[in-house]
């Protein structure tokens, strides 16, 4: 696997850059493309099922949570100590009626659009958005259009 060096001495690798085409020019402005890998060249990709350990890797975090008519998704994709991430796929409509989170939350939308509510306030989410939640805070999650939420609990 090609590498590229940055102006600060770290190397990142293709894999890393190619995931985003607009991280070529800001990681390596004085290279050319071909030394930091084109977007659309192809890149092995990562083994989704490394075993959790120090490191855990996963390549496609919508691909194992699919959306499907007429139910609520949810896959666990990372379980470590301390911390648990499920990726939660909504239809569009889809309620998740009012409930406890039962620690510390953080939400990010994958895709989609999401209507949170909670501690008296509604909140839209949208990839790239960011939300944490207190333990024992009574939250609702409606999905605006077909949306997948990455719900974090910490502790």
């Not at 989410?125 to 333990?135: A, I």
């Amino acid at each position: 696997m090609s590498s590229c060096p940055t102006d600060s001495g770290f190397v990142l690798t293709r894999a890393i850059l190619t995931m985003d085409s607009r991280l070529t020019g800001l990681l390596c402005p004085s290279a050319s493309r071909d030394e930091c890998g084109d977007s659309g060249a192809s890149v092995e990709p990562m083994d989704n099922n490394t075993p959790d350990g120090p490191l855990t890797v996963r390549d496609d975090l919508l691909a194992l949570a699919p959306i499907t008519p007429g139910k609520l998704g949810h896959s666990t994709v990372l379980a470590a100590p301390g911390v648990r991430i499920i990726v939660l796929a909504f239809e569009s409509g889809w309620v998740l009626k009012e409930h406890i989170a039962p620690k510390q939350a953080l939400f990010q939308a994958l895709d989609g659009k999401l209507l949170v509510t909670a501690a008296g306030t509604q909140t839209v989410l949208v990839p790239g958005g960011l939300m944490r939640l207190d333990e024992g805070l009574p939250h609702a999650v409606e999905a605006l259009e077909d949306s997948r939420l990455m719900l974090t609990l910490i502790g």
